[in-house]
């Protein structure tokens, strides 16, 4: 059974930095891009950033750019998001998904999600 399980959310001030850690299992991690994907209340889901299989391509979206940085482990099969100057607008669930794709559809094999709530 494919699991993805996210954790390292909470509540921090604007300008904070928080760690998002995405645990797998049931499938092989090393071979399939991963994605970051956020969905703040009464929005759509939002694409935030891809890796490839190896770690040596990425992808931010441009609201994230600069802030976030992915990066995975492929001997622990846990993929993460190391969020840098959190901004009230990154207020999100934040899910991590099996796929390499920017389209968050209802066949997006993903995470439960972690709650990132940046508020003074």
């Known amino acids: 059974e494919v699991q993805l399980v996210e954790s390292g959310g909470g509540l921090v001030q604007p300008g904070g930095s928080l760690r998002l850690s995405c645990a797998t299992s049931?499938?092989?991690?090393?071979?399939?891009?991963m994605t970051w994907f956020r969905q703040a209340p009464g929005k759509e889901p939002e694409w935030v950033s891809t890796?490839?299989?190896?770690?040596?391509?990425?992808y931010y979206a441009d609201s994230v750019k600069g802030r976030f940085t992915i990066s995975r482990d492929n001997a622990k099969n846990t993929l993460y998001l190391q969020l840098d100057n959190l901004q009230t607008e990154d207020t999100a669930m934040y899910y991590c998904?099996?796929?390499?794709?920017?389209?968050?559809?209802?066949?997006?094999?993903r995470g439960q999600g972690t709650q990132v709530t940046v508020s003074s």
């Open positions: 890796i490839s299989t190896s770690g040596r391509t990425i």
């Open positions: 998904a099996k796929t390499g794709s920017r389209a968050f559809v209802s066949g997006t094999i």
């Open positions: 049931g499938f092989t991690f090393s071979s399939n891009w």
